[in-house]
């Protein structure tokens, strides 16, 4: 079976700490593409990175990072110094080969306070 | 540069009427998808298309239909509207099966 576990319900920090949202998942196939979403409280959907399965390599965009580990199945989120902006819901997001399988997280509530 | 464009984007509906969410696309993308949101659950897939005239079930389907007449249309249809069925919904684009999604701004419904 697929599962798709954010343990953060929500989390609240303090502007410029830093925060890492976790994501775990689970799945028997050995090919699948990994998602995280933003949501700010606008309600919009807003991509912020794919991964496949092969490609192991963490990634950095600015204040973000995310660092994937195929041996503990999950994909984990960082945002430095983290800024009011950041104030939103963020979903993990696992999708198998085939287009009708998609599994959302619940979803982790982030809160950045001034 | 409209994207992904659902409409309405709030509807209050009584048991047992029917309506449908529009939603349309100008990015050419032949993978369109309809989700819901409800609190604690994340989204979840209820119909999704491959293509115009191709459409197929996804996690929640029931009490929902879809139609995929043009590539850049794909309107979701309640039945029978039900009070379980109060919740946000959000379409989707894609450019292939496995990139991003592009969602629409999302429909607030709520029936009562």
């Known amino acids: 079976a697929q599962k798709v576990t954010q343990a953060q319900t929500e989390i609240s920090v303090v502007e410029k700490e830093d925060v890492t949202l976790d994501c775990v998942y689970e799945?028997?196939?050995?090919?699948?593409?990994l998602f995280w979403y933003k949501q700010p409280p606008s309600g919009e959907l807003v991509f912020l990175i794919r991964?496949?399965?092969?490609?192991?390599q963490n990634e950095i965009s600015g204040r973000y990072s995310w660092n994937f580990q195929k041996s503990t199945s999950s994909f984990n989120f960082t945002i430095t110094a983290s800024q009011v902006v950041d104030s939103a819901v963020y979903f993990c997001?696992?999708?198998?080969?085939?287009?009708?399988?998609?599994?959302f997280g619940p979803g982790t509530s982030l809160s950045v306070i001034p | 540069n409209a994207g992904v464009t659902q409409t309405p984007k709030f509807q209050v509906l009584k048991t047992g009427q029917s309506m449908t969410l529009q939603c349309a696309q100008d990015?050419?993308?032949?993978?369109m998808s309809w989700y819901r949101q409800d609190p604690g659950m994340g989204l979840r897939l209820i119909h999704y298309s491959v293509g115009a005239g191709i459409t197929d079930q996804g996690e929640v389907p029931n009490g929902y239909n879809v139609s995929r007449s043009t590539t850049e249309d794909f309107p979701l249809r309640l039945l029978s509207a039900a009070p379980s069925q109060t919740s946000v919904y959000f379409c989707?684009?894609?450019?292939?099966?496995?990139?991003?999604?592009?969602f629409g701004q999302g429909t607030r419904l709520t029936v009562v």
């Open positions: 989707a684009s894609n450019p292939s099966p496995y990139g991003e999604a592009f």
């Open positions: 799945t028997r196939d050995t090919t699948y593409y």
């Open positions: 997001a696992l999708r198998r080969l085939s287009y009708d399988k998609v599994i």
């Open positions: 991964r496949n399965s092969f490609d192991e």
């Open positions: 990015m050419n993308h032949e993978y």
